[in-house]
């Protein structure tokens, strides 16, 4: 159980188009969701954090009209990074958290992530 | 703010031996818990042990185990009999606990590379 998905796994884009990554719980109702990048051989970055039905909370220093983070269902989210540049080329990590889970009180489930490369 | 501090970028052991990745962290918060994620190279994020701060008892899971030092606020992972399988990014984690979903976002450190040697 606890199952998280993205899609797309790899995406390539042109410079200045935008790109949607979706975030699923198959088997679970997720109530928050958490974005993260991912640099090369760096840690995880939190990005913000969505609870379903409400707007997003972004960390410092994350745009908010760049990284369009949407939580419409209790199994989808959606970040969309608009007018791409090559310096978004990152790993994007989804996670969930969600109600009645085993494990330590709103464990978050990781999905697999996107490798996003703009050109 | 809550940070984490892992201090051993890379390490290597020899497959069969038995070896300690260390972390530290920092928080006035007395409730919260602790994680420890092994990510391989395919980067799917691995949860490999937790331990919540209010039990004294150090957590174990098979061949992982941790030493939990609230005082120090130290949480070093112990990897025994290391297998080949086991060379990976080792991530420690913080997470506060609370009722609101707000309050559980999670930190990591920057992370240890580990590999297991032939």
């Known amino acids: 159980g606890a199952v998280v998905s993205q899609h797309p796994s790899w995406v390539i884009c042109k410079s200045g188009t935008s790109v949607k990554i979706e975030c699923r719980s198959l088997d679970f109702q997720a109530t928050t969701m958490f974005w993260y990048r991912q640099f090369p051989k760096q840690s995880l970055m939190l990005m913000a954090t969505?609870?379903?039905?409400?707007?997003?909370?972004?960390e410092q220093g994350v745009e908010k009209d760049k990284f369009l983070i949407n939580h419409a269902s209790l199994t989808l989210s959606t970040l969309t990074v608009t007018s791409a540049h090559p310096e978004d080329s990152s790993f994007y990590i989804c996670?969930?958290?969600?109600?009645?889970?085993?494990?330590?009180?709103?464990?978050?489930?990781f999905g697999p992530g996107t490798r996003l490369t703009v050109l | 703010a809550q940070t984490v501090t892992q201090s051993q970028p890379e390490m290597s052991v020899q497959e069969a031996e038995t070896v300690t990745l260390s972390c530290t962290y920092d928080t006035s918060e007395n409730n919260y818990y602790l994680f420890w994620y092994k990510q391989p190279p395919s980067r799917q994020m691995i949860l490999v042990i937790r331990?919540?701060?209010?039990?004294?008892q150090n957590a174990t899971e098979n061949r992982f185990s941790v030493n939990f030092q609230k005082a120090a606020k130290s949480f070093s992972l112990k990897i025994s009999d290391s297998q080949l399988g086991d060379t990976a990014m080792y991530f420690c984690a913080f997470m506060k606990h609370g009722p609101s979903y707000n309050n559980n976002d999670m930190r990591f450190g920057a992370g240890t590379r580990l590999t297991v040697k032939p």
């Open positions: 996670s969930a958290s969600g109600m009645g889970l085993a494990g330590a009180g709103n464990e978050q489930f």
């Open positions: 969505s609870n379903e039905g409400s707007k997003a909370t972004y």
């Open positions: 331990q919540e701060a209010y039990k004294q």
